[in-house]
């Protein structure tokens, strides 16, 4: 089991940028996929973007593409997600998540996080 904890959520501007992390402890991150899913109120659990467990391959939402970016730092267990150019339907709370294979399905994913709120105003 690997226990994943989300930081970094915040409210911003629209136009603004945020970076949302997700420290990983027990079970070897580096060798699970990781992905970044939100929900927004009323809303259904979504993709946002899916990373291999050696970085070579990246998956984004095509909302997403182009303005956030999701990284990996296995040297310290950790996940990122770079967001730029936040517009205010990108409110949602944020999760990670750690799968077998880097996919788009929130069932791939074994374990999550609690969540990270980002608030973007308009």
């Known amino acids: 089991q690997v226990q994943l904890v989300e930081s970094g959520g915040r409210l911003v501007q629209a136009g603004g940028s945020l970076r949302l992390s997700c420290a990983a402890s027990g079970r070897t991150f580096s060798n699970y996929a990781m992905g970044w899913f939100r929900q927004a109120p009323g809303k259904e659990r979504e993709f946002v973007a899916a990373?291999?467990?050696?970085?070579?391959?990246?998956l984004y939402a095509d909302s997403v593409k182009g303005r956030f970016t999701i990284s990996r730092d296995n040297a310290v267990n950790t996940l990122f997600l770079r967001m730029n150019n936040l517009k205010p339907e990108d409110t949602a709370v944020y999760f990670c998540?750690?799968?077998?294979?880097?996919?788009?399905?929130?069932?791939?994913?074994?374990?999550w996080g609690q969540g990270t709120q980002v608030t973007v105003s308009s």
């Open positions: 990373i291999s467990w050696s970085s070579s391959n990246t």
């Open positions: 998540a750690v799968g077998r294979r880097w996919t788009t399905l929130p069932t791939d994913y074994g374990s």
